[in-house]
């Protein structure tokens, strides 16, 4: 390619980028400088792209009300129980499928877990809540939700899970059955490990999914726990809506997943390029 | 240390398209300390067999014992055997001392004790310098040497290697030759060596077993297999180049006796002591009067050093039917000799191959490197008639 040509692709790559970038990021510079603004600044029939005055004390009035804090505890619980529930049983159903896949019910069987993720979750809403209702625990718990999640998360797990084990070489369990170790202890301290980028992004996986949730939650909890994706919606009251508020506690909430990504943004990328590319 | 058995060991593969027979009736008694390679092609069984051995694969029926003792039921772990693999297996997340110690760490070794192991294998292997690396950063024979630490460290009774030497370079693969060599003599293990490299096979075991569509063809020396293999395909695996093998007929003449090709223009004459059941042979209908000759190309030399001379033979330097008989038939005395037309000289260093025609038939010959015939030209070649293998054209087994 000719030095003039290159110039050329590149320029309108970084065009491209550009306007992308524009859609993409407009809506969370929307967020965050609405997060900002005074409530009478947000309702301007012309509306201003900077704030004029500045309120960080918006933060703070979110949690005026004391269940708004407690929504974020709820949200998290919920989340990392989902996600160690749906680790631990996606992790196990994975290996079996993926080394005693005979005995595991075979591809259809595995195929039959991946189909449950993909139907309308909305298809199930009535007889889960129904289903739920009769339960000990009830609809309105921590408990409820950490086990309807599984329904969507525990096939992406352990489809994922499967995949990962199947590109782990099995020379090296069956070296360990040589060296004396059991099945279950082989698993433990050698497969494990091998597949632990991939558990990781599996994990991210399923919190962002039980973290975002609305639907289920909406229907599902509300007094006794209530997750903060319920809580978002209750600042708009009647005929007006606290935008500002609504916006920073938007914001407040996209800080976990954000920094877990950051956190394990290396696990991450390890993760999923597992399988695509072999070292 | 462990004789093992393996008697009418088989097993059966179930696919979707049928049941797949990846070892038939394997019969193999292997001494206390004896270092015995399977050696066969590809999907020859082999690797099954010795999945078998170490449990790491069901035995369809049959029994293999250790000692005398009946192991199908055992767990890998409870077999106290050893396997290096072809891949090497080494844990990735480990560092070379904690791969070594680790079968040490489940049998619930202490770690001064461990630490003491690690580092006599580590010196037996040369592998001191390298103990807290990963597997990942070794090269190659490293990881092969790492491999092998990590079988011998716990002492086991039966060692095997699963092609450990597919993966090095042909240097590394001398010295590792040498290092299995002295490992073998100094532990006095009983060893199990799988590969599809005769070279291997024959410069490491005492005995090589030799496998083909899933049957064991002939277990033996390698002095054994060279000099009578028990059927055309041992004749045709074992040896660098192959066999030469000749469809043959056996004719009578009064007392003389010869093999001799269908339009009868290569001949060659069976050494004496095999007149007698030669000639009951042809004396029986059908089939019977048929065999396949084999002569290995080192036991095929040039007549008069370099094969010119034999042009005066046959003046028009092709080989035809009358100067090849001819030929064979007035060296009564000394070796009887072939005539044929050189088709490739190939030089390859130490020695030459020579690829040469008589009529329809190719084969081969092992000749010194400076021989320096050219293609076309026609030589006359000399054997051992004592050189000479015959197989049942019918059953390929071999007769003598």
Redesign the interface.
Known sequence: MSEKNYKLVKGLLLLFVGIWLCFTLFPLYWQIITAFKSPAETNLTVPTFWPTEWHPENFVSVFADPGNSKALLDSFIIATGNTLASLVLGTLAGYAFARFPKQAGGENMAFWILSNRMFPPVAILIPMFFLFDAMPWGTDSHLSLIILYLVFNMPLATWLMMVFFRDA?R??E?????????PL?AFWR?TL??VLPGMVSVGILCWIFAWNEYLFANLFVGSAVRTFTIVIPTFTHGSQTLWNLQMAFSLIAMAPPVMLFIVLRRYMVRGLSLGVVK? | MARITLKNVNKIYPSRFGEVHAVKDFNLDVADGEFVALLGPSGCGKTSTLRMI???EQITSGDISFDGRRVNDL???ERN???A?E?Y?L???FTIAENLG??LE??GLDEPTRKKKIDRIAQIMRLEQILDQKP?SLSGGEQQRVSLG?ALI?DPDVFILDEVMSHLDANLKFQMLLDLKVLHRELGRTMIYVTHDQMEALALADRVAVMDHALLQQAGTRNELYRTPANVFVADFIGEPPTNFFEMSIKTNGSALQLSNSDGSLTLSPPASHHTMLTERAAMNGMAKDVIAAIRPQHLSLANGIGSTSSTGSASGSADSASGSADSASSTGSNPTITAQVQINEYLGERSILTLKNGGQAFRALVPPDTATRKGETVALTYDPENLMLFDKDTKQLIA
């Open positions: 070489p020379e090296l069956e070296a360990a059955y040589l060296d004396g170790f059991t202890q050698v490990p091998l070292g | 170490v449990g790491l767990e890998p772990r055997v050893a396997m693999f891949t297996a844990y990735p997340n680790f079968p489940v049998r990942p990590r716990r």
